[in-house]
């Protein structure tokens, strides 16, 4: 699905966000009433009015009495007043909180979506476009169903009722307001349509200008270093022009659409008056005061008309935000309930059985896989790049689901188990480990959520890393920068396998974590890796093939397929595809290519 698509129509994009944040129904009758509350309140003044010019003012009565009618008419319209502003007050602090609570459910529901889609689900869109859509496009629509969106609805409420007294004093002149009230706002649909194609060019923009940002400030190190700053200021200028064009032209649509309002204004004003005026008095059928009334409650429904044609404008940029988040929020979820299902304690068996998968539908990348790892045993996984190693990774951690076939973990199919099912019994280190912006002991504990300071070291002394720990200018307490820059690649490695070590997994998956280290971290990164592995199932990504001798068994994959399977001598031994990828590899000291390979 791509990013600007529209997979709801308004009714039902409306009832879509309505599942995902309810809003109470007592709550919902209360601002009802509150709304035909306040807009009542206003629609009582005309009458108010009418009634002291025809009782008082304009009525042969003694002075005390055209006193105490007048004094009456105000009281009573007064009230109204402030009923009218108590109840829209009330109203809003209502409906401000049901927003409130009705946004954070939606923002956690996308977020929610965000984090459990599998790796490979295809990108509907970059990072900071995905950050714009939960953050600035909820915002829009926080800002427009606050203000703009209940102002809206209580306009609409005093239009109604005083095109219902209109009719109580005018049938006739009441349906000329009506067809020209709803005439023009119907013939200025096209332009709407118009107003939210716009609106959507301009959310798209700002999408693509978070996301050329968000990626300016990661690689602003390679930006530097290869001296291309004023390519990339100049790339970042040309992004910002184009936000600013749609930003202009979605503006001239909706200056236009204010237009509209104020013709459709004067037109009703001027078909009541001249209307009136052609057919004579007898079409009020009422007193001086009552045409007075009436054109005060044409002036009613004329003005709020106006704001409702100019609102819808917001409206529409507040419906291309919510469609933005429904893309979002209509993401497949991969987690599923973990169920009945236990777990076996201790090292996990793992077992695939016909294991295929394919990131594009009809293109396989691994498979068929058959194999068994036994509990405890360390494996290591080698081949060419390309060949399907870290996908065999991801699929044995359930962080993928195989297309066909059967992986279990503990004789339970990984398919059928959810993510808490697996968050503290599987592990993958990757071979660049990501640190969050805070301190070392922190981005340790994450592995666990009840982790103490004392858990941390004991960890850590575990390991053998507390003299490196000590070592540092704050100790634990160093802060790690942002992805984990302050600290060497060897160093992040160690704080992850810290991390990992922390929540004691059963089955650990290493994605290689000791390429490009230094020597000494390296020396640190083995004997950690030795305690971290002892006693669990291990399976290593290995691309530099010395971690692979020291493994109780090897998988070559070549073409998503396990070609050689044994133990480092015997694999040597058959002078097989292992045996030339370690020939290979000893002669340039890194993982080769497949145009490297010799057969």
Known sequence: MSADARPHGTVSLVRRIARIAPVPRGALLIAVVLVVAAGGGRIVIPVTIQYALDHALLAHVDSAGRT????????????????????????????????????????????????????????????????????????????????????????????????????????????????????????????????????????????????????????????????????MRAQTGDRIEAVLAAQRRTLWAVGFNVTIGEVASGLITTAVVVAGTAAGIGWLHASAGGIVAFLFLVIFFVRPMQFAVTSLADARNAEAGLRRVAVVLDLPEHSRPIGEVTLAAGAAPVELSGVEFGYVPGRSVLGPVDLRIPAGQHVAVVGETGCGKSTFAKLITRQLIPDRGRITVWGAGTAELGDDALARRVAIVPQDAFLFDRSIEENIALGRADASPGAVREVLERLELTEWIDGLPAGLRTPVGRRGEALSAGERQLVALARTALTDPDLLVLDEATSGVDAATDVRLQRALLRITAGRTTVTIAHRLHTAEIADRILVFHDGRVVEDGAHSDLLARDGRYARLHAAWSLGGAEPARSELPG
């Open 68 to 231: 105490r009618i007048v004094t009456g008419a105000v009281a009573v319209g007064t009230t109204a007043i402030l009923v009218a502003m108590v109840c829209s007050s009330l109203v809003n602090r209502l409906v401000i909180g049901l927003v409130e609570r009705a946004l954070l459910h939606l923002r956690i529901a996308a977020f929610t979506r965000i984090m459990r889609r599998s790796p490979a689900d295809p990108v509907i869109a970059p990072g900071g476009d995905l950050v714009a859509r939960v953050t600035n496009d909820l915002d829009m629509v926080t800002r427009y169903a606050q203000s703009g969106g209940v102002t809206l609805v209580q306009n609409i409420c005093q239009m109604a009722l005083a095109l219902i007294v209109m009719t109580v004093y005018s049938p006739p002149l009441a349906v000329l307001v009506l067809i020209v009230g709803v005439g023009v706002p119907i013939a200025g649909r096209r332009l709407q349509r118009v107003v939210a194609g716009r609106y959507d060019i301009t959310r798209r923009r700002n999408g693509e200008l978070y996301t050329s940002l968000l990626e300016l400030l990661t690689g602003i190190d390679t930006v530097r270093g290869y001296g291309i700053e004023e390519r």
